[in-house]
């Protein structure tokens, strides 16, 4: 088993970017030339100590650092900067930044400095890497691994994404249930570091079947002579290799685990999860879910081509013209009501803009809900009727308000009597749809924050405008 660490424990630093954002503009116009034989391409002394400077600041950089700092700048200074990045650690920087950054770094490598930088990664890290990287890239780094290296990089690598498999650790310490813990500690002086994340040690029987385990906290505590069978916990939260990734981080959250064992059928201990692949797992699911309801079909580098942004974009936009184009069409359904009381041009985007408000509120808060797994089909039906009461309750207080304004503005109750029915109508209408829409697209294989805010807008914008001016319409003319 592999006990080296490619990287030391992280120091917090503070990125200036602002800083090395100046560096960087004063060597783009000799970056070619960097790393050339030649040593005339710093033409003047202000390059020549700005590429000194930039060399030492990269340098001092964690590789989570330095994945920030690649991710905050357009295509030209990223490069330069990963010209000048520790060749050593471009594989942990590769896989700590964005996925669409990544794309970028590995489309401008060459196959040996891919090699050069996957050569150090751990079996768990080349699988999670292999997806992005060349085929060739791939088999090549395979054929310098063992045997055994190579059957676990092909075991993550049959799983899906989503899959807990996918993300399994096979660095792990295991040990038998009928020695002492004297034994136990003496076994782990043998290494020269444990695997991160150690906070148990996974007690198994002759068949690698798992036992139970013994945390770290009673190992130290316990008598040196007491049996690991009568100090391990036997029982054991554990994940199959076929589970969602989400649950399995949901589980990780509600349990407080550092680690867990991943079990096959038979409960062979075949690997481990850990809590820094949670937290990530937990960090994409929320960038996700903003990304969804906003309408934008994936990750988007900030610094991506112009084209690319576009086809990440068009759909929703389409859909949101679409939508606006059904709004005005309510509105013009109701154009001698408008010219008729000016003062219902005035008043209709309060309407329509509360509810937009409400709808999003109770939407953000369903979506969270599924994400967390707190929901299931009666609870979904009995949250439809509290947010409805909460709705009735704000639409009467809320559109009291409006009311009262719109009298003393306009000098009519009747004004303010629609003021009051039409809010009230639509936060109904908004609370109604912000629960519907996620529970539908869950129930249709979707994911329920899926162009969740652009759907919810253009419901209360257009329900918002036909509740209003119909009341108008029925009421006051």
């Known amino acids: ?47 020549e100590q700005a590429l000194a400077e930039l060399i030492i600041a990269l340098h001092d950089l964690h590789p989570a650092d330095m994945a920030t700092l690649l991710e905050s700048l357009p295509l030209a200074e990223r490069m330069l900067v990963w010209k000048l990045a520790i060749p050593t650690e471009d594989g942990e920087v590769l896989l700590e930044v964005s996925d669409p950054v990544r794309e970028t770094l590995i489309e401008n490598m060459e196959q040996q400095e891919l090699l050069a930088a996957v050569d150090d990664l751990d079996a768990d890290e080349l699988a999670e890497l292999a997806p992005d990287l060349p085929k060739q890239v791939v088999y090549a780094a395979l054929s310098s691994r063992d045997e055994q290296e190579q059957a676990q990089i092909a075991a993550s690598m049959s799983f899906e994404d989503n ?10 310490v295991s040990i038998r249930a009928d020695v002492s813990c004297e034994v136990v500690l003496r076994y782990l002086r043998r290494f020269e570091r444990l695997p991160d994340h150690t906070d148990k040690i996974f007690v198994v029987d002759d068949q690698d079947v798992l036992q139970g385990v ?22 054991v939260v554990t994940f199959r290799p076929e589970e969602d990734v989400e649950e399995a981080a949901a589980a990780f959250e509600r349990y407080d685990l550092v680690t867990a064992p991943v079990v096959n059928d038979d409960r062979k201990l075949i690997g481990r999860i850990t ?45 949101n013209l679409c939508t606006a184009f059904i709004a005005s069409r309510v509105i013009g359904l109701f154009e001698h009501s408008i010219e008729k009381i000016v003062a219902l041009a005035t008043l209709m985007p309060i309407v329509a803009g509360i509810g937009g408000n409400s709808g999003n509120q109770t939407i953000t808060m369903i979506v969270r809900a599924m994400t967390s797994g707190q929901i299931s089909n009666n609870q979904a039906r009995r949250l439809l009727h509290k947010e409805q009461g909460v709705s009735l309750v704000n639409g009467l207080i809320w559109g009291s308000v409006m009311g009262i304004v719109s009298y003393f503005l306009y000098h009519s109750i009747g004004i303010g009597l629609v003021m009051v029915a039409a809010m009230t109508l ?24 899926l162009g969740s805010s652009v759907l919810i807008t253009a419901v209360t914008d257009s329900g918002g405008f036909f509740i209003f001016l119909g009341l108008a319409t029925l009421f006051l003319l």
């Open 1 to 47: 088993m592999d006990n080296q660490s490619n990287v030391s424990e992280p120091e917090h630093q503070h990125i200036d970017t602002d800083h090395i954002c100046e560096l960087v503009a004063t060597l783009l116009p000799v970056a070619e030339y960097i790393h050339s034989p030649s040593q005339s391409y710093l033409q003047t002394p202000e390059q």
């Open 163 to 172: 899959q807990v498999g996918a993300l399994m650790d096979f660095e792990l």
């Open 214 to 235: 013994l945390p770290i906290r009673s190992l130290l505590v316990s008598d040196p002579e007491a049996l690991v069978s009568d100090v391990m916990a036997d029982d």
């Open 275 to 319: 809590i820094d692949e949670m937290v990530d797992v937990i960090r994409e699911e929320s960038e996700s879910d903003m990304l969804n309801m906003a309408g934008l079909r994936e990750e988007e580098d900030l610094f991506a081509p112009i084209i690319d942004s576009v086809k990440n974009r068009w759909i929703w936009l389409a859909v």
């Open 426 to 449: 639509n936060l109904l209408l908004a609370a109604t749809v912000g629960v519907l829409i996620p529970v539908l697209m869950q129930k249709s294989g979707r994911d329920p924050a």
